[in-house]
C-alpha cells in the first residue's frame, strides 16, 4: 500500500524515458526473434514490421501537429525532424545532415541508435537496420505526402562499410488523370 506520496515524472522526461524504451522495445524483439527463429527470419519480420510502423509513425506524427498531410517536401522533411527530435535526435542517438534541390531530398546519415544498438548485440550479423533503412524513407515521405509519388535510392550504408548512410528521395507530385 502507498504512504501517499505520488510521483509525478516532468513531461519532458517522460518523453526521453518513452523513446528509449521504443527503441529498446524494438532491439529486444528482434533479439528474441533471432533466438527462437534464426537472423534470417528475424530480419525479414523486422523488415516487414519496420515498414508497417514507419507509416504509423508519420501519420501519428501528421495528427499530432494537426495536419492531414505534408504540404511540400520541405514541409514534409520539417514534420519528419519532429518525429525524431521526439526520439532523441536533439540529444544526438540519430545525427544528420539534408538538403533539398527541387524535388530531391538528399539525406546523409552520421550516427543511428538502430545500427549502434545492432552492433552491441554483436550477433552473427548487424546489418537489420541497413536493411530496413532501403526502402524506410520512401515509406516515410509517402505517407506524408500522399499525392506524390515518392521513390528513394540507397546510394551507401554505414552497416555495408561506407562512412555514412546516404539517401536520394525523390516527390514528385502525381498528375490528375483527366
Same mark, same amino acid.
Not at 500500500?1 to 519532458?12: C, H, Q, T, V
Not at 519528419?80 to 527530435?85: E, N, S
Given at each position: 500500500?502507498?504512504?501517499?506520496?505520488?510521483?509525478?515524472?516532468?513531461?519532458?522526461v517522460r518523453a526521453q524515458v518513452m523513446a528509449g524504451l521504443a527503441l529498446a522495445w524494438d532491439g529486444q524483439w528482434f533479439l528474441k526473434v533471432?533466438?527462437? %527463429?534464426?537472423?534470417?527470419?528475424?530480419?525479414?519480420?523486422? #523488415?516487414?514490421?519496420?515498414?508497417?510502423?514507419?507509416? #504509423?509513425?508519420?501519420?501519428?506524427t501528421l495528427l499530432a501537429l494537426g495536419k492531414k498531410k505534408a504540404e511540400s517536401l520541405v514541409d514534409a522533411l520539417e514534420v519528419?525532424?519532429?518525429? %525524431?527530435?521526439m526520439f532523441g535526435a536533439d540529444r544526438g542517438v540519430f545525427a544528420g545532415d539534408y538538403a533539398i534541390?527541387?524535388?530531391t531530398l538528399a539525406v546523409t546519415v552520421h550516427k543511428c541508435a538502430a545500427r549502434e544498438g545492432a552492433k552491441r548485440a554483436k550477433l552473427e550479423k548487424d546489418v537489420q537496420a541497413? #536493411?530496413?533503412?532501403?526502402?524506410?524513407?520512401?515509406?516515410?515521405?509517402?505517407?506524408?505526402?500522399p499525392d506524390h509519388e515518392v521513390s528513394q535510392e540507397t546510394i551507401a550504408r554505414m552497416g555495408f562499410g561506407d562512412s555514412a548512410c546516404r539517401f536520394r528521395v525523390t516527390a514528385q507530385e502525381k498528375r490528375s488523370r483527366v
Open positions: 500500500m502507498s504512504d501517499g506520496k505520488m510521483y509525478d515524472i516532468p513531461l519532458e533471432n533466438d527462437k %527463429f534464426g537472423w534470417d527470419t528475424a530480419a525479414e519480420i523486422n #523488415l516487414r514490421t519496420r515498414h508497417a510502423f514507419g507509416r #504509423l509513425e508519420m501519420r501519428s519528419w525532424q519532429a518525429y %525524431f527530435r534541390e527541387g524535388d541497413c #536493411l530496413t533503412c532501403e526502402q524506410l524513407w520512401q515509406i516515410w515521405f509517402s505517407s506524408l505526402l
